[in-house]
């Protein structure tokens, strides 16, 4: 339902976007960007509506990050710059109840994608 793409390393201030190309259901639902940095819990990076609005970002990445979406193409993006070493984890894509509460049994994960960041 869910692929990502575009991970991969990256010196620090540099950028990145990853790719999430949503099939099925989760396609017409809202999406979201997360990451899990090793030996920590999965946090929430941005969420996007169905719509393409309704952009929400967490503090640690405002101004950084840009999420937006393709409806043709059914593909979120998420555009990463000024990229610090603190951003190193593996970045998921979701879909569904679960952008808004992880704990949700309703919706989709992509399989996660490694972003690293050397300083």
């Known amino acids: 339902q869910l692929v990502e793409s575009g991970g991969g390393w990256v010196q620090a201030g540099g950028s990145l976007r990853l790719s999430c190309a949503a099939s099925?259901?989760?396609?017409?639902?809202?999406m979201g960007w997360f990451r899990q940095a090793p030996g920590k819990e999965r946090n929430f990076v941005a969420r996007?509506?169905?719509?393409?609005?309704?952009?929400v970002y967490a503090d640690s990445v405002k101004g950084r990050f840009t999420i937006s979406s393709d409806n043709a193409r059914k593909t979120v993006y998420l555009q990463m710059n000024s990229l610090k070493p603190e951003d190193t984890a593996v970045y998921y894509c979701?879909?569904?109840?679960?952008?808004?509460?992880?704990?949700?049994?309703?919706?989709?994960w992509g399989q996660g994608t490694q972003v690293t960041v050397s300083s």
């Open positions: 996007i509506g169905w719509s393409g609005g309704n952009k």
């Open positions: 099925g259901r989760a396609s017409s639902l809202v």
């Open positions: 979701a879909a569904g109840a679960v952008v808004v509460d992880p704990s949700a049994s309703d919706g989709y």
